[in-house]
């Protein structure tokens, strides 16, 4: 099981044989995303801004991530895994005073006075937003490649765009159905019903 890009569906797909589910095109293992970087600017087209957060329902790709709307469709950027130093309170009890405690009980009463706090350094794994400013809008078609499990999809190729109890469901004319749920309070609903509504 492998994880590549199908550059015709502008998708990351999970594959076993090393052909895109969708398509069946032959994909190869890696690519240069210079190489594809302005087929992909085209395709895209101008970016017009970020419509949400959301979670897209589906298993071994990124599932969190946000979604913007383009002049030519949607686009799905992956939150990216980070790893971050912090420091993390620990309590220190000094051996010699373990011990001493152990010897003469008296100093059990007293041990829990006798802890210390110590800072320590622990990496945690977060997921997080990549943060695109106004500026670097732009920039958001050269993630495709190089962003696993980022997807575009072209307006031509969404069949319908339907929510129920929250779930908002895509249908495409070429590749399987993809579900999304926001996952921060916000306007995508609104956002999303509205690109429906008008460009459809
Ligand atoms: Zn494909």
């Not at 405690?101 to 794994?125: H, I, N, Q, T």
Request: with cysteine.
């Amino acid at each position: 099981m492998s994880i590549r890009l199908c550059q015709e569906c502008c998708q990351w797909v999970s594959t076993r044989d090393g052909r895109c589910p969708d398509c069946q095109d032959a994909l190869p293992e890696t690519i240069n995303p210079e190489e594809v970087d302005g087929r992909f600017r085209s395709l895209v087209g101008e970016v017009r801004g970020r419509m949400g957060h959301v979670r897209v329902v589906r298993r071994k790709l990124p599932s969190d991530g946000v979604f913007y709307e383009t002049a030519n469709g949607l686009f799905f950027l992956p939150y990216r895994t980070v790893t971050k130093r912090r420091l993390v309170e620990q309590s220190a009890t000094s051996p010699m005073w373990t011990v001493a405690a152990v010897l003469w009980s008296p100093l059990m009463f007293l041990s829990p006075f006798l802890k210390r706090r110590e800072l320590r350094e622990k990496d945690f794994v977060e997921n997080e937003a990549i943060r695109l400013g106004k500026d670097d809008l732009h920039l958001l078609p050269d993630f495709l490649s190089r962003v696993a499990g980022a997807f575009f999809l072209p307006t031509r190729n969404i069949r319908a765009i339907t929510e129920r109890r929250g779930q908002w469901t895509i249908e495409r004319s070429l590749g399987s159905t993809i579900s999304i749920r926001p996952i921060a309070d916000g306007p995508f609903g609104q956002t999303m019903q509205q690109f429906a509504d008008t460009r459809l």
